[in-house]
């Protein structure tokens, strides 16, 4: 088994903790993308935000069409990011959510995923305060559970943002997977979030900790939020594809899960 480091992102990361959760965690639902080759995600539990740039500058027009996101018939979502002209944009992929439909206050939430790689590819599995229509971001909250650089194949961040700590001032640690890369195999990202803190996990090992403690604003974590799943193409996070990106571009998501104790 690899040795796995976590590196100190930023100077207002939490610390981490390795207390156990009390008591056991039980399922309370998940999507294991069993269907045929070729369907869309299940429509109870999943749907397509359709559109592009939400605010990060991104390159891609995120579709509901099954070329960029749908079942590969042996049990996985595909969300894939290509390389074609389409409504203005030079890049297509997709951007599930389950707002609506799917809708948590605190839990273990968990997902398998096998990444994308190459410059300007950003894969995520994060969370959405559900009342961001109403109070805007980031008063909503948002926990990152983990975004992904094609180009920095090793390595995942996990992120925390609210407000007064959003965007480059958010909570962050980045976990290294040393000698090996996410695009090889699949993994374990985690989240488990309950009223006083929430911590981050890479295949079981916790490498980044937030208590309420720690933030210097509110702590908005105390609503309903939703899962979102998507790929990204370009953005200040991560920069435009160059020649060496290599198209299409595909993250493999095994299950997802959200336990409650």
Known sequence: MNRRIALL???????VGCTEPD?????AWEDDFSGAVGALPNQSNWRFDVGTDWGNAQLEFDTDRASNASLDGSGHLVITARQESF????????RLTTQGKQEFKYGRFEARIKMPSGRGIWPAFWLLGANEDVVGWPQAGEIDIMEYRGQEPSVVN???HGPGYSGING???RYLLDGARFDADYHDFTVEWDED????????Q????????YVPGAWVYDHPFYIILNVAVGGGYVGPPDGSTIFP???????????RR
């Not at 409504?87 to 997709?94: I, K």
């Not at 803190?197 to 079981?204: E, F, M, R």
């Open 171 to 173: 909570f962050t640690r």
């Open 249 to 259: 571009q595909s993250m493999l998501v095994d299950w997802v899960r959200v336990y």
């Open 206 to 213: 916790t490498y980044h900790e937030i208590k309420r403690s």
């Open 87 to 94: 409504r203005g944009s030079g890049y297509t992929s997709a």
């Open 197 to 204: 803190q929430i911590k981050w996990k890479v295949d079981g």
């Open 23 to 27: 008591g056991p965690w039980v399922l």
């Open 158 to 160: 996990g992120t925390l």
């Open 9 to 15: 992102s930023l100077s207002l990361a939490g610390l």
